[in-house]
């Protein structure tokens, strides 16, 4: 009959601990990742819109 090594059970459990622990993180990078493009979009929006109205060089740095 085959019996498992204590060190084989607590590296198992080690193992998928870790596998869950690494699913969790994934879910979280792809929500961020999502939010992260939603945002992107609306920046790119708002640059592409033209300044009207406003005078540039209220808004940039001085050169020189």
Known sequence: ???QAPDMDSD?????TLIHE???Q???NQK???T???QAGLLQVRAER??????LKS?????G
């Not at 033209?50 to 005078?55: D, I, T, V």
């Not at 808004?59 to 050169?63: K, M, N, R, Y």
């Open 26 to 28: 994934l879910a979280h």
């Open 1 to 3: 009959m085959y019996h």
């Open 59 to 63: 808004i940039l740095p001085s050169v």
């Open 12 to 16: 198992f459990i080690r193992a998928w």
């Open 22 to 24: 690494l699913t969790d």
């Open 50 to 55: 033209p300044l009207s109205g406003l005078c």
């Open 36 to 38: 992260l493009a939603s």
């Open 32 to 34: 961020m990742i999502s």
